[in-house]
């Protein structure tokens, strides 16, 4: 689709969809930036994933570092894309009987990280007049998830985040869209659900298809939406 000499940032790339968004890039010509937490994770990615994948180990959830590490990245050159596939699940569990330790663990993978990493790049990609952003939400933030209240409080909060910053981004050169999954065809989903049909379930790698084609100007008519993935799930 032609993201021969973009900049892309996956934050959270070494993680199932992360990973899988990233290699998409790399495979269409970008030069793709991956933050991540697990230097190991990153090591056993980098190894086949060729020259144009560097890294930069980061806490996406903290504004401040966010903000230095997309300056510098400014620094040498655009920032083209970015996409958020930063987030987690923790449920099973009725709300009262929730504690204060997964709401904040929530909030922070699905909500406070997309709030740091687009307002870092934001005012950059407006000073370029160009970019695109996608976030990953949740088919559970649309509500009428039992017992998994924290993470659907989080992921619903993620979606008019970003809803919102469409808006805000309307004067702008800058398109800004989600996409909404149900459940992914992931490691840690099988290891939840071992007993579920996992061909029914959609693969990162056709995920990462739709998130290419977002940040293309062929869908440059595309912005404010959130794209469901939902596979047959």
Same mark, same amino acid.
């Given at each position: 689709?032609?993201?021969?000499?973009?900049?892309?940032?996956?934050?959270?790339?070494?993680?199932?969809?992360?990973?899988?968004?990233?290699?998409?890039?790399?495979?269409?010509?970008?030069?793709?930036?991956?933050?991540?937490?697990?230097?190991?994770?990153?090591?056993?990615?980098?190894?086949?994933?060729?020259?144009?994948?560097?890294?930069?180990?980061?806490?996406?959830?903290?504004?401040?570092?966010?903000?230095?590490?997309?300056?510098?990245?400014?620094?040498?050159?655009?920032?083209?894309?970015?996409?958020?596939?930063?987030?987690?699940?923790?449920?099973? #569990?009725?709300?009262?009987?929730?504690?204060?330790?997964?709401?904040?663990?929530?909030?922070?993978?699905?909500?406070?990280?997309?709030?740091?990493?687009?307002?870092?790049?934001?005012?950059?990609?407006?000073?370029?007049?160009?970019?695109?952003?996608?976030?990953?939400?949740?088919?559970?933030?649309?509500?009428?998830?039992?017992?998994?209240?924290?993470?659907?409080?989080?992921?619903?909060?993620?979606?008019?985040?970003?809803?919102?910053?469409?808006?805000?981004?309307?004067?702008?050169?800058?398109?800004?869209?989600?996409?909404?999954?149900?459940?992914?065809?992931?490691?840690?989903?099988?290891?939840?659900?071992?007993?579920?049909?996992?061909?029914?379930?959609? #693969?990162?790698?056709?995920?990462?298809?739709?998130?290419?084609?977002?940040?293309?100007?062929?869908?440059?008519?595309?912005?404010?939406?959130?794209?469901?993935?939902?596979?047959?799930?």
């Amino acid at each position: 689709m032609g993201s021969q000499s973009k900049t892309v940032i996956v934050a959270g790339g070494t993680g199932a969809l992360g990973r899988s968004v990233a290699t998409a890039f790399l495979a269409d010509g970008a030069r793709v930036v991956v933050t991540y937490r697990n230097k190991s994770e990153f090591d056993e990615f980098a190894r086949t994933a060729g020259a144009n994948l560097t890294g930069a180990e980061l806490d996406a959830t903290d504004d401040s570092a966010a903000k230095r590490f997309a300056d510098e990245i400014a620094r040498h050159g655009s920032i083209d894309a970015l996409i958020v596939t930063i987030g987690g699940y923790a449920g099973g #569990k009725n709300l009262w009987e929730t504690d204060k330790a997964a709401f904040d663990l929530m909030m922070n993978l699905n909500l406070r990280a997309a709030w740091a990493m687009s307002r870092a790049v934001a005012p950059i990609m407006i000073r370029q007049n160009r970019g695109t952003m996608v976030n990953v939400a949740s088919r559970a933030g649309y509500g009428r998830a039992a017992g998994a209240a924290l993470y659907a409080a989080s992921k619903a909060g993620a979606l008019a985040l970003w809803d919102s910053l469409a808006e805000e981004m309307k004067p702008y050169n800058v398109n800004v869209n989600s996409i909404v999954p149900s459940i992914m065809d992931t490691p840690a989903n099988r290891r939840a659900m071992p007993k579920a049909d996992f061909a029914q379930w959609p #693969k990162t790698e056709d995920i990462a298809k739709v998130v290419l084609f977002l940040c293309s100007e062929e869908a440059r008519v595309i912005h404010g939406a959130a794209i469901p993935v939902y596979g047959r799930t």
